[in-house]
């Protein structure tokens, strides 16, 4: 645990001596967590389909929740009475929360954005607006009482091709990171993440990255990512800021959850992760799997009688079959339960094969095995290969 005068330690355990991969241990206020870590996204203070208690026998030490969600309903005030979100949602373990900025992008068409803040329609009620300002932000995040908090910041969509306006949004986001540290009332118990922008652009991910370093905190955020861009495109910018960021504090990208995505961008040195992804999927009726996933939807599963995964060790593999699960995915809620439990056991055993095989010295060819397991006919994508060399792993070895 951490203490009340450092409310985040971070201690590099190993480090990968082919790529910049590295296993460390963060202590935050509500616990211990591993990394690379993934968390998975608790909207709204739930992980749907999930009970916290499950989540903890999954052995999922944090998880994301959306601020602007959050600050809309229950609102600030109930959760202030019920004693902060850990309460209120019953999870002992730790919480991340993401600042709103996020839904610049995805309720763009909902959104106005000017120097003092984002301006929203409400979701609940479209005729009244809420103002979303930077100190506001905070505030919600300091009722919610995560562990880690997240500035807000100025999203440009990675599509967006306009220099000039991307920019400015990198300048507006290292003024409203500003704003956001000097409103923060929790400064002992709750740390605050500046976020990297800058889309594509190179220099001002750089300048964006200087920026943010000069400030005092205890992590970093790279955002603006997982917005529509290449795969080519988002690599070589994840290879490209991660080592603008302090080696000796961990660095978070938002939003990425497909496994070889994980995989690749813990080999540039990245420590956090987090996406709906593993839970959409399930509700889709998708179980994940090391060589892709399984859509439990297709006819072929209707006679098979094996569970999703042989080697995994979760309730759901042990219990229920394909064929059950094929006769109940996307129709009845417990199959959204059933395929939840299972992503999430997915993803944390992904996390932790990673993190063994970077603390043995055999992450090159953990990565190889992988790839080789997704694409068996060496069909391998271009952005793959090419990232994977950028970090000396060269898949024809």
């Known amino acids: 645990m951490s203490d009340a005068a450092n409310p985040l330690v971070f201690k590099i355990i190993s480090e990968c001596k082919t790529t910049r991969a590295r296993v460390g241990k963060m202590n935050l206020p509500h616990g211990e967590v591993d990394t690379p870590v993934f968390m998975p996204v608790g909207t709204q203070g739930t992980l749907k389909g999930l009970l916290p208690e499950q ?11 959306n601020t602007y969600h959050l600050g809309t309903h229950p609102g600030p005030d109930i959760l202030e009475k019920a004693g902060g979100l850990h309460k ?3 999870w002992n373990g730790c919480l991340l929360t993401d600042s709103g900025g996020f839904q610049m992008v995805s309720l763009l068409k909902l959104a106005e954005i000017t120097e003092e803040g984002v301006k929203f329609q409400s979701l609940n009620d479209q005729k009244s607006e809420v103002m979303l300002t930077p100190e506001h932000s905070i505030k919600i995040q300091n009722t919610i009482g995560a562990d880690i908090i997240m500035q807000l910041d100025d999203v440009v969509k990675t599509t967006n091709p306009d220099k000039e306006r ?41 300048l964006s990255a200087e920026d943010l ?10 955002g603006g990512l997982s917005g529509g861009e290449s795969k080519l495109n988002f690599s070589e910018i994840v290879h490209y800021t991660a080592p603008l960021l302090p080696k000796e504090k961990p660095r978070y990208l938002m939003g990425v959850g497909f496994a070889i ?68 995915v996307t129709m009845h809620p417990v199959a959204c339960h059933l395929l939840t439990v299972h992503n999430i056991a997915f993803q944390q055993r992904l996390m932790k094969s990673i993190r063994e095989s970077i603390t043995e010295q055999r992450f090159p060819e953990f990565v190889k095995i992988f790839v080789n397991g997704l694409y068996p006919q060496r069909d391998y994508p271009k952005w793959v290969t090419k990232a994977l060399t950028s970090v000396n792993i060269n898949l024809a070895d």
């Open 261 to 328: 995505d994980i995989i690749i961008c813990c080999a540039m040195g990245i420590d956090m992760f987090d996406c709906v992804f593993p839970t959409r999927t399930a509700r889709f009726g998708c179980a994940l799997i090391m060589t892709g996933q399984l859509n439990l939807k297709q006819k072929q599963y209707k006679k098979d009688f094996n569970p999703i995964d042989k080697d995994c060790s979760c309730s759901t593999c042990k219990n229920y079959t394909r064929a059950y699960l094929h006769g109940i």
């Open 213 to 222: 370093v000069q400030r005092k905190v205890k992590g970093y955020a790279i």
């Open 55 to 65: 989540l903890q026998k999954l052995g999922v030490q944090i998880i994301l929740s």
């Open 166 to 206: 991307i920019e400015q949004s990198v300048h507006r986001t290292t003024r409203w990171l500003d704003r956001c540290l000097k409103a923060h009332g929790k400064p002992n118990i709750q740390n605050i993440f500046p976020i990297v922008q800058g889309t594509l652009f190179k220099d001002l991910r750089k």
């Open 88 to 90: 209120f949602m019953g």
